[in-house]
């Protein structure tokens, strides 16, 4: 609630979010329309342009705001001065960051289910799964992965001052490598296995294999299996690594250097 | 005694606005060198998505709707472009915004330095920012994918130079928007994102609905997209493009002088409203 009412106290923001967020989406639709076939009969990619962007747009929402969303309370409470009284309440600290995770899941939602409408209405079709069924499964599992990553990032505030760059170099790096926006068999061979080690690779790959029915990048089985695994360990290793991260900033007093 | 007033004085406080930016990217080298990588990024994500679109026959697509095959140039070109007006729109116009909450506007603005200068030296810096972003960005690139067009590199140049004062138009007047609204950043994400899509910095202007390339054709950094696009790979030069250099000399008056004059007028009003030190 702390979260949800500091957002709505700036109504700018939230303005902001909401024309920026479509508008990156059309920006780079845009862009990638002159590569596309002159002629009507030409065969479309596939997974359908449109909807493949769009799950893409719909990841890099996410990955986002595991990135700044998560990964930022820390420093936004150590910018506010009120890192050490948020870390003095009686609470789980990974229960304090997950809350303000629930707030941004929400607003997520809401930019996606918008942008959803405004790309039917300027004639882009409508956005439908496949198996409804397994895209909420696998999405949970990205889902999870990402609180995962989130919280070690979130620990990894109080050790790094260049917080902003590290952030913006591994979003985007993950908007190349993981798959996001176009897919990985379109990257050369020596970088393709940079992108297969890349946990992210899978959950998108199962996500928009579950929408779309697109072809996964191992055999479908081994794919679920491996994205399950994955989600389970970044879980604990965020888990962990955060938990640890802490304790030391604890010993050494640094936790709310910035 | 020190000069307060008079050319000397002038070129003293320009300099120390100059260092302090650019102590400012030492200082922090991590977002200079986003600023450097952050284009090939962009024009790779572009340049994948436009594989996975078109397939075997992308860059037909494309040289059919662009005119050249150079993907690569024609991208990283528009991208450091784009990187140029991020800079300046970050730096000139969000610059006070920073005073503001370090609580040194007031120290700044009572000093005896006109405000002008005091922009023009915020200005300064980003030259040189920007001039390391087209010698990395665009001229490694051009260098090592299409070496013959490497002397052209220098009417680019001169075409950047020259787009670069009317957005620092844009910059002064932005800045005074910063005074008044407060919350720079969410305008400053809406501006750049808006550039980037009404500049064609990944595809020509035309493609926007006619309503769009109007307001297209009120920016400087479209005519230096297409010109430096000109001029690197259509081998053009600054001669046979005079009437978008002209249109370019033309915004780089009217751009300053109407940022400035709005920054000043939003700068009386709150130094009679006691805006500066609210945010």
Not at chain 1, 69 to 81: F, S
Not at chain 1, 204 to 209: F, K, P, Q, T
Not at chain 2, 84 to 98: F, I, K, M, Q, Y
Not at chain 2, 183 to 206: D, H, K, M, R, W
């Amino acid at each position: 609630m702390k979260d949800l009412r500091s957002y709505v106290r700036y109504p700018a923001w939230i303005v902001g979010e909401f024309i920026s967020t479509p508008l990156w989406f059309f920006f780079f639709a845009l862009g990638v329309t002159l590569f596309a076939p002159t002629s009507p009969s030409s065969t479309s990619p596939q997974g359908g342009g449109i909807s493949f962007f769009f799950f893409g747009f719909l990841f890099i929402i996410l990955f986002g705001t595991g990135m700044w969303g998560i990964g930022q309370t820390v420093r936004n409470e150590q910018m506010a001065g009120t890192l050490e009284q948020f870390f003095l309440t009686p609470a789980s600290r990974v229960t304090l960051i997950i809350g303000r995770w629930a707030r941004l899941f929400l607003t997520d939602a809401l930019i996606i289910g918008y942008t959803t409408l405004l790309l039917y209405l300027i004639g882009g079709g409508i956005v439908t799964l496949n198996d409804p069924g397994l895209f909420v499964f696998s999405l949970g599992l990205y889902e999870l992965g990402l609180i995962g990553f989130g919280l070690l990032f979130a620990g990894l505030t109080m050790r790094i001052r260049s917080y902003n760059t590290i952030s913006n170099l591994v979003f985007f790096g993950y908007m190349v490598l993981t798959g996001a926006l176009f897919p990985v068999s379109v990257i050369p061979v020596p970088f393709r296995y940079i992108c297969m080690i890349i946990p992210f690779t899978y959950f998108n790959d199962l996500v928009r294999h579950a929408a779309l029915a697109t072809p996964t990048i191992l055999p479908g089985t081994l794919e679920f299996v491996i994205a399950i695994l994955l989600s389970i360990c970044m879980l604990v290793v965020g888990f962990v690594g955060f938990k640890k991260i802490e304790d030391e900033a604890r010993m050494r007093g640094t936790i709310a250097t910035n | 005694m020190r000069t307060v007033s008079g050319y000397k004085a002038t070129v003293g406080a320009l300099a120390a606005i100059f260092w302090k930016g650019i102590k400012h990217y030492t200082r922090y080298p991590g977002s200079f060198l986003l600023v450097l990588v952050m284009p090939f990024l962009f024009t790779l994500m572009i340049f994948g998505m436009g594989q996975f679109v078109g397939g075997s026959n992308a860059s037909v697509n494309f040289a059919a709707r662009t005119g050249t095959s150079n993907i690569l140039v024609y991208e990283i070109l528009g991208s450091a472009v784009w990187m140029t007006s991020w800079v300046v729109v970050e730096d000139v116009g969000v610059a006070l915004r920073d005073e503001q909450m370090k609580g040194t506007l007031e120290q700044n603005f009572l000093a005896p330095v006109n405000r002008f200068t005091l922009l023009i030296g915020l200005s300064l810096t980003d030259i040189v920012i920007t001039s390391a972003v087209f010698v990395v960005v665009v001229g490694v690139t051009t260098m090592i994918v299409l070496p013959t067009a490497f002397l052209s590199l220098l009417q680019a140049f001169v075409i950047l130079l020259v787009g670069l004062i009317p957005l620092f138009g844009i910059g002064f007047l932005f800045a005074g928007f910063v005074l008044r609204f407060k919350e720079p950043y969410v305008f400053t994400q809406i501006l750049n994102l808006l550039f980037a899509t009404l500049t064609g910095t990944y595809y020509p202007v035309s493609l926007l609905p006619y309503w769009v390339q109007f307001l297209s054709a009120a920016l400087p950094q479209s005519y230096v997209v297409e010109d430096m696009r000109r001029i690197v790979l259509a081998n053009q030069t600054l001669v046979s493009l005079y009437g978008s250099v002209f249109i370019l000399i033309a915004l780089a008056v009217a751009y300053p002088t109407l940022g400035y004059a709005v920054f000043k007028r939003i700068e009386k009003k709150a130094s009679v409203t006691g805006e500066f030190s609210k945010y």
